[in-house]
């Protein structure tokens, strides 16, 4: 498969695949799963979500214990991944990278999202990615990635040019007039509970 950038080879390929192996853990759903429900809290009338990047669709899984009757679509670049992310049912799957994806593929849904994705991309590509979440979003946008007040690459594994923090979020809500900032927080490493990798989430949300 044709791919634009070195980090989409990335994650296609080999380290794509030991990252579904590293990152299959059926416990960390109840940890998504409480996530989603303060997020989803703040939102009125979603039933439908895409989120860019899947993976094996843990993310997904807690979605739909949260709204069991939801409709679920997903893009996907990694082709082991995408076969574990076939098992959940009735779930509409995009195959390739989200640079490659028209955003008439899978049609308009209420929320889009990325969890841990934006950070791995291209920074050049960011703002044709932004363009997709929020051209197949009828009503919410919400990120959930690491934070950063300016644009900083972080060495990942050994690896350079494959992890970088930045204002997603803030970014997004610049390009876009017409967007608000609904809600954010905070999911630390150190929860009781629910411990997560120190990621931030922003939900926004489209006014027109």
Not at 98 to 106: A, K
Not at 134 to 146: G, H
């Amino acid at each position: 498969m044709n791919f634009k950038t070195e980090q989409e080879n990335f994650w296609a390929g080999d380290f794509g695949n030991e990252y579904v192996v590293r990152n299959s853990d059926p416990n960390s759903i109840a940890q998504r799963t409480a996530v989603f429900s303060k997020i989803l809290s703040r939102t009125k009338d979603v039933n439908s979500f895409l989120e860019f990047g899947s993976n094996i669709g843990l993310n997904l899984i807690a979605l739909r214990n949260l709204i069991p009757s939801c409709s679920l679509s997903a893009i996907e670049i990694n082709s082991k991944a995408i076969e574990v992310l076939k098992n959940i049912p009735d779930t509409k799957i995009f195959e390739g990278s989200f640079l490659n994806f028209s955003s008439n593929e899978l049609g308009k849904h209420d929320l889009t999202f990325t969890s841990g994705v934006l950070i791995h991309v291209n920074p050049g590509k960011l703002r044709e990615v932004y363009s997709k979440l929020y051209e197949c979003s009828n009503k919410y946008i919400l990120v959930i990635e690491y934070y950063n007040p300016k644009p900083v690459e972080v060495n990942y594994r050994g690896n350079s040019e494959r992890l970088f923090k930045r204002d997603f979020a803030g970014e997004i809500l610049d390009l876009y007039p017409d967007l608000e900032l609904v809600d954010y927080g905070f999911q630390y490493h150190r929860d009781n509970n629910f411990p997560m990798d120190d990621l931030t989430w922003f939900l926004l949300k489209k006014n027109k």
